[in-house]
């Protein structure tokens, strides 16, 4: 069984900073793109930022240049540095992998982690 598993999540001031973290487990041989989703009540899950095996990034508009993704190949790990907080920034954030490949062959599977609350106080 994969298993995405986020943490870092929590409350901060406007201004302040959080580093967001999610591994992935179970018999992954690897995994194409590693991204974090965010979403608020009453709205449509949307892409934050996401990062391929070779390093190339992705990221929305509104966190662009105070955002951050990074990815571990090694340990499937994939990071989300968020600084300079805005509490528009307040979501529930997913972390998703995609076109992941495991040892029994499969591939081009996705998956979601559980998600993490992050908010900025106003």
């Known amino acids: 069984q994969v298993q995405l598993v986020e943490s870092g999540g929590g409350l901060v001031q406007p201004g302040g900073s959080l580093r967001l973290s999610c591994a992935a487990s179970?018999?992954?041989?690897?995994?194409?793109?590693m991204g974090w989703y965010r979403q608020t009540p009453g709205k449509q899950r949307e892409l934050v930022a996401r990062i391929t095996s070779v390093g190339n990034t992705n990221y929305a508009d509104s966190v662009k240049g105070r955002f951050t993704i990074s990815r571990d190949n090694a340990k499937n790990t994939v990071y989300l540095q968020m600084n300079s907080l805005k509490p528009e920034d307040t979501a529930v954030y997913y972390c998703n992998a995609d076109q992941v490949f495991l040892y029994d062959g499969s591939g081009y599977k996705n998956y979601w982690g559980q998600g993490t609350q992050v908010t900025v106080s106003s």
């Open positions: 179970g018999r992954i041989f690897s995994i194409n793109v």
